[in-house]
Structures are given as C-alpha cells and as structure tokens.
C-alpha cells in the first residue's frame, strides 16, 4: 500500500482539488475497505468515494504530520451518510419488488391477487420476525445459505469449520426456525377472534 510520506500534508492542502485528488488516489485503496466495511456493496463504494472528494474540496486537509486517522473518519461519516440517503429508497424498491404487477386490459398495471400479496407479505414479516429471535450465529448461517446462496463449503470457509459441520448446525438452525414459526403463528391465530 503506497503511503503518502510524513509532512506531505501541507502540499496537498495548499495545491487545491488536483491534490486532493491525488490524496484520495494515494489512499484509495485501504479507503475503499473502510468504505466498504460500512457500505458492504463495491458498486457504492466508488459513489461514496466521489461525495469523499467532495467533501474534501470543501474541508481541505488539516495541519499536522498524518492525515489517515482524519481521512478514515471522513470517509466512514460519508459512507454512513450514503448508507442513509439511500435506505428509505432500498426499502420503497424491495416493498415494489415484492408486488408483483402485470398490464391489465385497461393498459393499467395490477396486481394480479392481493389477498395473494398480503399473506406472501404477512409470511415474509413472520419469517423476518422468527429469523431475529434466533441466536446470532444460526440466523447468520440461514442467511448466508438461503439468502446470499453460498454452498456448505463456502459458509465453512468462512467459519473455519467442515462442512459436515455446517450442515449440522443448519439443521439445527432450521429446526429453531421452525419452533419459532409454529409459536408465532399460534400466537397470532390466538390473537385474532374467529370470523
């Protein structure tokens, strides 16, 4: 990793955008594993590093000998920054990407069951709830085999274990998901009276 040597700071501060530029280029990449720790999408990173020079043309870079410790907070800000921008936006695509429309005769989109949409939602909101009551390690191997579709041995790799082992401890897991699910729907069928 090319470091930027002590006391280059003041050139960078004192030569404007080009320099800082150049900063960033230099730091660029332990700056996009700081980014991508807080952002966890490479396809972000590189929007985050933009709004990173910009936010450097506007603060210019303090005195002192080093300025990494200042960068990496400077970056880590703007990925939380973009993190938030663009959750609300994330969570109105996945609630239209659970609707499934099609063109009706009219020329006009619709869905093509709501009642069908409500209980897959429903399901999907019982499943999230069941997921989050489990502990931390089984709803991280759920996710990561049904969610992220990663083998046995992709998930054991990142475990440090076999995969026989793994595959026990998914069976474990979905054997708690499945007693969470049964309590939570006895809870809820409970809850509500009779039609």
Known sequence: MPEVPTGQNEGFRDH???????LVQ????????????????????EDVLQELGLALTRLGVPPGEDCRPWLRQVAIRQALL????????????ETAAEIH??????????CPDPLEWL????????????????????????????GEGWSYEQIAQHLGTTPAAVQSRLHRARTHLRQKLASLLKESSEREPPP
Do not use: C, D
Request: aromatic share 8%; no cysteine; net charge positive.
């Open 101 to 110: 429309w099609e063109e009706g005769g009219n020329g006009r989109l619709q």
């Open 26 to 45: 230099v730091h660029g990449s332990w700056l996009r594993t700081v980014i991508f720790a807080r952002v966890r999408n490479w396809h972000a990173v």
């Open 82 to 93: 973009y993190r938030r921008r663009n959750g609300r936006l994330r969570r109105r695509e």
């Open 119 to 146: 209980v897959a939602r429903e399901r999907a909101e019982m499943i999230r709830a069941a997921i989050g009551e489990l502990p931390p390690v089984e709803a991280e191997l759920l996710m990561l085999k049904y």
């Open 16 to 22: 404007g955008a080009a320099a800082l530029g150049e």
